[in-house]
C-alpha cells in the first residue's frame, strides 16, 4: 500500500512477555519517529530514527523498550517484560526528509493491551 | 502543567451547529499542527500553521503567535467529523512534535 502499515493491529500479551511491533514505512521515507498514546492522552514521542541510524531515543520510557531500523526501511519496537502500564496504541509515523517531522505520515497504530 | 492544552477535552455538538476548539502552548514554536484521529486510531494531518489562518472545506485554523494560542473551527458539523482533533507543535530547532491531549468532539445527527 501507499501508506504507512503497522502490524499488528491489536496485540494482547500477559505481564512478563516480550512483545514485537512493527512499522512498514512509505518506500523511500528518510526519518521515522515512534510514539505512544495512553488512553484518552495525546501522542508522546519514543524515538527518531533517520535511516539506519538511531538519532534520538530520549522519549523511550525503560530500558525494556528497544526499537531497531536495520536496512533504513521497517523498524520494530520491541518492548521486554511488559507491565501494565505499557498498554497504549504506539503510532509510527515517516516522512521523506531527513531532521524533519513534516510532511508526517501516520500508520494506524498497535494497540497493545497488558493483562 | 502541559505544554500544550487543548479545550475543551470532550464537545459534543448537534449537526450544523459552528465548533470551535482551542490550543494554547508555552513553547517557542516553529509551525502548529492540526491533527485528527479516527476511532481506529490512523491520524491524519488536517493543517500546519506558522501565522495567520487556513482554510480547507469546512474547516478553519487560526494561530495567533503573540498569544500562543490557535483555534480550529468546523462549520456545519457533520456526524462524520466525529474524531479526536490533536494540537500539535513543532518546537524550533527540533523535529520532535508535542502533542496536547486531544479534543474528543461527537456530532449528533
Known amino acids: 500500500g501507499a501508506g504507512v502499515s503497522q502490524s499488528p493491529r491489536y496485540k494482547v500479551a500477559k505481564r512478563g512477555q516480550d512483545v514485537a511491533l512493527r512499522c512498514d514505512p512509505i518506500s523511500g521515507h528518510v526519518s521515522l519517529f515512534w510514539y505512544q498514546q495512553a488512553l484518552g492522552q495525546g501522542p508522546e514521542f519514543l524515538t527518531y530514527?533517520?535511516?539506519?541510524?538511531?538519532?534520538?531515543k530520549s522519549g523511550l520510557p525503560s530500558d525494556r523498550f528497544f526499537a531497531e531500523r536495520p536496512e533504513g526501511s521497517v523498524s520494530t519496537l520491541k518492548i521486554q517484560r511488559t507491565q501494565q502500564e505499557d498498554s497504549a496504541v504506539y503510532l509510527c509515523?515517516?516522512?521523506?526528509?531527513?531532521?524533519?517531522?513534516?510532511?508526517?505520515?501516520f500508520g494506524d497504530g498497535t494497540r497493545l493491551s497488558i493483562l | 502543567k502541559n505544554e500544550v492544552e487543548q479545550s475543551p477535552q470532550n464537545l459534543t455538538a448537534q449537526e450544523g451547529e459552528f465548533i470551535t476548539i482551542n490550543c494554547s502552548y508555552s513553547?517557542?514554536?516553529?509551525?502548529l499542527h492540526w491533527l485528527q484521529q479516527h476511532p481506529g486510531g490512523g491520524i491524519v494531518s488536517l493543517f500546519m500553521l506558522s501565522s495567520g489562518k487556513k482554510k480547507h472545506g469546512r474547516l478553519i485554523a487560526t494561530i495567533n503567535i503573540q498569544e500562543k494560542h490557535s483555534s480550529l473551527h468546523i462549520t456545519a458539523s457533520h456526524p462524520r467529523d466525529s474524531a479526536v482533533y490533536i494540537c500539535a507543535v513543532d518546537t524550533s530547532g527540533t523535529y520532535k512534535y508535542i502533542f496536547g491531549t486531544g479534543t474528543r468532539l461527537k456530532v449528533l445527527a
Open positions: 509515523a515517516s516522512s521523506p526528509l531527513a531532521g524533519s517531522i513534516v510532511p508526517q505520515h
Open positions: 513553547v517557542g514554536i516553529s509551525a
Open positions: 530514527f533517520q535511516n539506519e541510524a538511531q538519532l534520538d
